[in-house]
């Protein structure tokens, strides 16, 4: 019997479907040469949902997340209105407890970026710290958001940063901000030297945050894989997206115990939305990305064989890198080498 995943596929808002339908394009040439099967089952979600439904992420499609092995989520918009619904990956990350947020960065051929041959990886705990949610009026005009870091969750990323490292270059930087922040850094920073004595090869440092902004601009070659809390990965990985290229580069998994989700760093980018000008890119990485984790590792090393050829190639180019293709001719580029290898 033909091994079978099935997959959510949530086309999200914005430019979302034309990057999803891209990918899931990569995707179906990908499968024609393997032998493997992906079952797309689409479900909607995103705000052009909360009209209809009253929320980004119908009972419906969660059901239906519930019956796959992972997610192909495209960008979505975040409402902002007070009360309305938190953003749907935040949702989806505390409901499946994907509590390893990994954003690789790294230099592509023909791709303008601060510096050549930069590759490093960003690895945001996923779950909690100023993502909680737990947020308040306390007055009127007087707000607090609780900044929740615990020694478990803190323990579940520094564990799954340090396994990373030591299959790459064997240097882990964690960024915090402990000379302020002495309690919740604190704890992270505890985790860090607790899972430090299980890889004695791995070579680790730290930064303050407002220096890791800095240093990441000034000496990107330094850095292998960054560990850090929430918020401060949201910033870094944009950070090194940029550095290394272009946001429609760059392509997130979230990863759990028992699930995996997969989608670009950029969000819905609502100003392109239908203009057929985007970077599939960071979407099909993304889906490069989810065959890793199903485990169909020679599927997801010729998505980024093709990506990467294309790329160096130079004839197709989106507008983001320099050059005027569409996103449907980036993406029929690309099926076209998969087809050809
Ligand atoms: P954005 O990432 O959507 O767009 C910022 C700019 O980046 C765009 O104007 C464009 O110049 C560039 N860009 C983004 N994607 C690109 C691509 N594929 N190709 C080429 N260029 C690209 O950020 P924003 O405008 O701050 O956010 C828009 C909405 O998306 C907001 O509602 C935000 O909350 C949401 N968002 C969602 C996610 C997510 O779903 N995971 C992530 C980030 C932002």
Do not use: W
Not at 6 to 26: F, H, R, W
Not at 298 to 310: D, G, T
């Amino acid at each position: 019997m033909v091994k079978t995943y099935s997959v959510a596929v949530l086309k999200g808002d914005g430019i979302g479907p034309e990057v999803t339908e891209a990918t899931t394009k990569v995707l179906q040439a990908t499968v024609e040469k393997s032998d493997f099967k992906l079952n797309f089952l689409y479900g909607e979600a995103g705000y052009h949902c909360i009209a209809q439904y009253g929320t980004n992420l119908p009972k419906e499609t969660l059901e239906l997340i519930k019956k796959t092995s992972a997610c192909l989520k495209g960008p979505m918009t975040t409402p902002e209105e007070p009360g309305a619904p938190v953003s749907v990956a935040v949702t989806l990350r505390k409901i499946f407890n994907l509590y390893a947020n990994m954003r690789p960065c790294r230099s592509f051929p023909n791709v303008e970026a601060l510096k050549p041959n930069l590759d490093f990886v960003v690895v945001r705990e996923n779950t909690e710290g100023l993502y909680s949610g737990a947020e308040a009026l306390l007055a009127p005009g007087v707000g607090v958001a609780l900044r929740i870091i615990t020694r478990e969750a803190s323990l579940k990323i520094v564990n799954f940063a340090f396994k990373l490292t030591s299959q790459r270059k064997k240097h882990l930087t964690y960024v915090h901000k402990s000379n302020i922040l002495r309690i919740t850094d604190g704890i992270f920073k505890d985790a860090v030297k607790e899972v430090q004595q299980e890889y004695p090869d791995v070579t680790v440092d730290d930064l303050y945050i407002d220096a890791a902004t800095m240093q990441l601009i000034k000496k990107p070659e330094a850095f292998d894989v960054i560990v850090t809390t929430n918020l401060f990965g949201d910033i870094l990985s944009d950070e090194g997206a940029q550095v290394t290229g272009s946001l429609g580069l760059a392509a997130g998994a979230n990863i759990g115990e028992t699930y995996g989700m997969f989608e670009p760093v950029h969000g819905s980018a609502p100003k392109y939305a239908g203009k057929n000008r985007v970077n599939p890119i960071a979407t099909i990485m993304a889906g490069s990305m989810m065959l890793d984790y199903l485990g169909e590792k020679a599927a997801s090393a010729e998505i980024e064989n093709a990506v990467i050829s294309v790329l160096k190639e130079g004839k197709v180019r989106t507008v983001d890198i320099g050059g005027s293709a569409s996103t449907d001719e980036m993406a029929n580029a690309i099926v076209a080498k998969l087809k050809a290898d």
